[in-house]
């Protein structure tokens, strides 16, 4: 078997490695190094979308920022046209041990753009990204990973089998690595993942496949490796509430955790400071679920500034229930 350095990294990550998911528009470089300090070493970006890439080469810096620290990094692209997908590769490449694809995402903006799961969501799409990867792979210098989920049967329904041919299909063509998102299209980011779907695609490539979906805790992230069979697991959204969750000390504080990820913040600034907020809104979820006020205010909030000023209020108990 010929050497895979992704399958070399995951293997260094320790008896049940995790990894941060690309997750769009709250994967920014302070949420990244917030992650690395937390037992997350290994981080995929958020997509880039690799059209706008092409068209509007200014405003690069509003869509990928990273550092020397901000290593091992995978990073995901967006786009289902091949020439705009190497060029972006091939900027990105030097910055990356990856490049990876969305060939996963369900949302309406990839429905218009086709690009994500509507890349592959019939067999002659699928024969095209077969194509068009096996060109990607041999434009550039690093390995190439995909992401995607189960992908639906005629019947509208998750098709294992279907899902596993395409599998096997990406590893003939080249790829390193794939992710799996064990749900339906139609499930999103709701309902429960499956485990015995994930495990047969492990079991149906040599290459290194990773777990993705419903994971939040330690606990969780033991029994999906388990059952999956895959070599990693893959977190999203369990990070995004709580970045210290697969960490020594799990507790969740979220003032603590705000301020550290506003201090790293200010070290990694990204243009746009609503994702800043987003984040905070995050750590507070338990809370903003049963005190309005909270939440109220944080929609206010239009500056770094404001969000330290909200959490000393918060400290001092301003917006303690009754």
């Known amino acids: 078997m010929s050497s895979n350095p992704l399958r070399e990294i995951i293997n260094g990550l320790g008896e049940v490695p995790i990894v941060l998911a690309p997750q769009f528009e709250v994967n920014d470089l302070a949420f990244r190094m917030l992650v690395r300090k937390y037992n997350v070493k290994l981080c995929w970006t958020g997509m880039v979308n690799s059209h706008m890439w092409a068209i509007q080469p200014s405003s690069r810096n509003s869509?990928?920022?990273?550092?020397?620290?901000?290593?091992?990094?995978?990073?995901?692209?967006s786009g289902n046209d091949e020439s705009e997908l190497i060029a972006c590769a091939k900027d990105l490449q030097q910055f990356a041990v990856g490049i990876d694809i969305n060939c996963g995402c369900?949302?309406?903006?990839?429905?218009?753009?086709?690009?994500?799961?509507?890349?592959?969501?019939?067999?002659?799409?699928?024969?095209?990204?077969?194509?068009?990867?096996?060109?990607?792979v041999?434009?550039?210098?690093?390995?190439?990973?995909?992401?995607?989920?189960?992908?639906?049967?005629?019947?509208?329904?998750?098709?294992?089998?279907?899902?596993?041919?395409?599998?096997?299909?990406?590893?003939?063509?080249?790829?390193?690595?794939?992710?799996?998102?064990?749900?339906?299209?139609?499930?999103?980011?709701?309902?429960?993942?499956?485990?015995?779907?994930?495990?047969?695609?492990?079991?149906?490539?040599s290459i290194p496949v990773m777990a993705n979906g419903g994971v939040r805790t330690k606990e969780e992230a033991i029994?999906?490796?388990?059952?999956?069979h895959a070599a990693g697991v893959m977190v999203g959204q369990g990070l995004l509430?709580?970045?210290?969750?697969?960490?020594?000390?799990?507790?969740?504080?979220?003032?603590?955790?705000?301020?550290?990820?506003?201090?790293?913040?200010?070290?990694?600034?990204?243009?746009?400071?609503?994702?800043a907020r987003r984040h905070i809104f995050n750590f507070f979820d338990e809370i903003v679920r049963v005190n309005k006020p909270v939440g109220d205010y944080l929609k206010t909030t239009h500056s770094i500034e404001e969000l330290e000023s909200f959490l000393t209020d918060y400290e001092n108990g301003k917006y303690k229930l009754e």
Not at 160 to 183: M, N, P, Q, W
Not at 223 to 228: A, L, P, Q, R, V
Not at 248 to 259: F, G, K, N, Y
């Open 138 to 205: 041999a434009s550039i210098n690093v390995p190439l990973s995909i992401k995607f989920r189960l992908i639906d049967g005629e019947d509208g329904k998750p098709d294992v089998d279907i899902t596993c041919k395409f599998a096997k299909e990406l590893e003939d063509a080249g790829v390193s690595l794939i992710s799996v998102h064990g749900r339906a299209k139609n499930s999103n980011k709701a309902g429960p993942v499956d485990a015995e779907a994930i495990r047969k695609i492990a079991e149906s490539v």
């Open 63 to 77: 869509y990928f920022q990273t550092c020397s620290q901000d290593r091992p990094l995978i990073i995901q692209m």
């Open 223 to 228: 029994e999906m490796f388990k059952e999956s």
């Open 241 to 275: 509430m709580n970045p210290k969750a697969f960490s020594d000390t799990p507790e969740h504080d979220p003032v603590a955790i705000s301020r550290e990820y506003l201090q790293l913040w200010k070290e990694y600034p990204d243009p746009n400071f609503f994702i």
């Open 106 to 136: 369900t949302q309406h903006i990839a429905r218009r753009g086709q690009y994500g799961y509507f890349m592959v969501n019939n067999e002659n799409k699928r024969k095209n990204v077969i194509e068009m990867v096996k060109n990607i």
